[in-house]
C-alpha cells in the first residue's frame, strides 16, 4: 500500500453567542479559533505504528503485528455510529476501563478506532504520527475535536480515500465539500470516544471553518463570514461544564418566568449577531457594526451572568479590558475557562498589547488571535511556522 506523507491543521473553536441557551432550544454560534492543532504523518518501514503527543507527554509505539489481532472483520465504510466490540477490544488492548480514560489515553483510543477501522481491510500501515497544538486542553476551545479532524484527515488522505487536496493558497489546500463531510463524519466518531455523546458542533467547526449555525441538533454553515481579530484570554479557573448546565437548568425550574425572557434575549442576540456578520460580508464594514457588536456581547455577558455561570475572574476580564475601551464575554460554559475580546480593525497595537499584559499580570493566560478563519488544511513544510514544524519533526 501507498501512503502519502502530509501536514494538516484544524482550526479550534469559540462560542460567540448562545452558549447554555442553545440547551434549551435557542440559538448559538459558533465560529473557527486561529488557533490551530498540527499533526505530521509520515510512513515508515519499521514495522510500528508510533504515536507522539507532545502537549500531554505521551510517546507510544505498538508493533504492527499487535494491532492486527484488533482487526474488525471487515473495513467499516459506512461512518454512522461506533462499533461497540472495537472499543472493547482496544480498552483492553490499552489496559483501560472505558468510560474511566484520562486525557492520553482517549486521544490514544480514539486514534486506535480510526486508524485500524481505515486500514482494517488490508495491510496495516507502518506509520509515525505527530500532533502538536497551539490550544490549551480543557479549556472548552474544541481541542480535542481539533485533534480527531487531524487524524480524520490525515489518515483518510493517506490510505487514498480521500485523493489530493484543492490547492487554495501558495502553500496550503482543502478538500472538496464531498471529502469534507466524510472527514467530518470520522472526526465525529473520534468526538463519540472522547466526548460519549457530543452535539458534532466542535468538529462541524474544526473541518469546514468559518462559522456556523446551531439549532435544536442541526448545523448550518454560514458563508462568507468576516474574520474578527479576538484577544482569548484564559482564566485558568477549572470547571464543569455538566455542573454548570445543570445550574442553569436549575435556575430556570425556579425561576421559569425570568429566565425563560432570558434565553429568548440571547436568542436575539444571536440571530441579531448573525444579521450584522451577513451584513459585514455584503457591504463596506463600518464603526456602527462594530458598536452593534459590542453591545450585543456585553448584553449576553451579563444574561450569561444572570443565567449563574459568571465567575469572579471572568469579571476581572470584562473590567480590564473595558479600561481599554474593548467588549468581553465568556466563550463556553463560564464558571471560568475562557473569555473573547472583540478587537476593532482599527484597534491600536499598542492598546492591545498593554491590555495583554494586563491580563498576564492577574495570571491569566492571553493570546490575540482570530475568529472566522479556515477549517482543515494540508500544508507544506515551507508554510507551517517555524517553531511547530521544529516540534513535528522532533518526534
Known sequence: MDIRDCIVSAPGKAILHGEHAVVHGKVALAASLNLR????LKATNIGQVCLNLPNIAAFL???????????PRGKQEEVTQLDPELVKRLCDFLGVANGNLDASNMATLAFLYIYISLFGSGELPSLTISVWSELPTGAGLGSSAAYSVCFAAALL????????PIEELEHTASWCQEDLELINSWAFLGEMIIHGNPSGVDNAVATWGGMLRFLDGRIKLLSRVPLLRILLTNTKVP???????????????MYPSILTSVLDSVDAISSTCEKVLLE????????????????????????LNVMGVGHPA????????LARGLHSKLTGAGGGGCAITLLRSETDSAVVQTTIQELKDCDFDCW???????????????????????ILNRY
Open 314 to 321: 471572568l469579571d476581572t476580564v470584562c473590567r480590564v479590558t
Open 61 to 71: 509505539c505498538w508493533d504492527v503485528s499487535e494491532l492486527k489481532d484488533l482487526l
Open 157 to 164: 488522505y493517506a490510505s487514498g480515500a480521500i485523493p489530493a
Open 280 to 303: 459585514m460580508t455584503n457591504e463596506p464594514i463600518t464603526g456602527e457594526h462594530y458598536n452593534i457588536l459590542e453591545e450585543l456581547i456585553d448584553m449576553n455577558q451579563h444574561h
Open 37 to 40: 492543532t498540527y499533526l505530521k
Open 239 to 253: 470547571r464543569s461544564t455538566k455542573v454548570l448546565v445543570a445550574r442553569v437548568k436549575d435556575k430556570i425550574n
Open 368 to 390: 490575540e488571535t482570530s475568529i472566522g478563519g479556515p477549517g482543515v488544511q494540508v500544508h507544506a513544510p515551507l508554510s507551517v511556522k517555524e517553531d511547530i514544524l521544529g
